[in-house]
């Protein structure tokens, strides 16, 4: 998502990773798979097929560590700002863990295009040779929010081609 937000410094936008469900809708999803597997599990041990019990379990852990982890990736949060002279980039999970300041003038953008239609563009800064990814977590709408963003700004997005690679 590209959320505007207010500074006195500039213009600043919010980027973060869609997210379907809060972290409490995922806490009642998974509990809602461990009543139903309790259920299955004890029909299963009363019939005598106790080895159910571990996998279940297994299971149980398993979507609860692919839930952290999803929900872990979509606190990804990048702020944008554009101040007259420099561009601010931050990123960070919970809290600011790194910062770019690049001057507006001498900054690049770079859409590296996608091979496949579907997939969405991928955007770089750069300055000095330092390629800086952003917003790699963006939809396609959202990315292209963001270019038009960009070029609001003054940034001029030039689009390459990365060359194609095998397969293998």
């Known amino acids: 998502m590209v959320e505007q937000l207010s500074r006195d410094e500039g213009d600043c936008f919010l980027l973060t990773p869609n997210q379907s469900m809060t972290w409490k809708g995922n806490i009642r999803i998974w509990l809602a798979a461990v ?7 004890t029909g299963m041990v009363l019939a005598g097929a ?12 398993a979507l609860a560590a692919g839930f952290y982890y999803t929900s872990r990736k979509c606190q990804k949060r990048e702020v944008l700002t554009f101040a007259p002279e420099l561009i601010r980039l931050e990123k960070g999970l919970t809290r600011k863990e790194e910062e770019w300041e690049l001057p507006r003038r001498h900054t690049r953008v770079w859409q590296d295009m996608p091979r496949h239609p579907w997939t969405p563009p991928k955007l770089h800064l750069q300055f000095r040779g330092e390629e800086i990814s952003l917003a790699s977590f963006l939809n396609m709408d959202d990315t292209e929010e963001l270019v038009a963003i960009l070029e609001k700004h003054g940034l ?3 689009k390459r081609r990365k060359p194609e690679k095998l397969w293998f």
């Open 35 to 41: 009543f139903l597997q309790l259920m299955i599990s």
């Open 50 to 61: 106790w080895p159910v019990l571990p996998f279940a379990g297994l299971e149980l852990t």
């Open 156 to 158: 001029r997005v030039e």
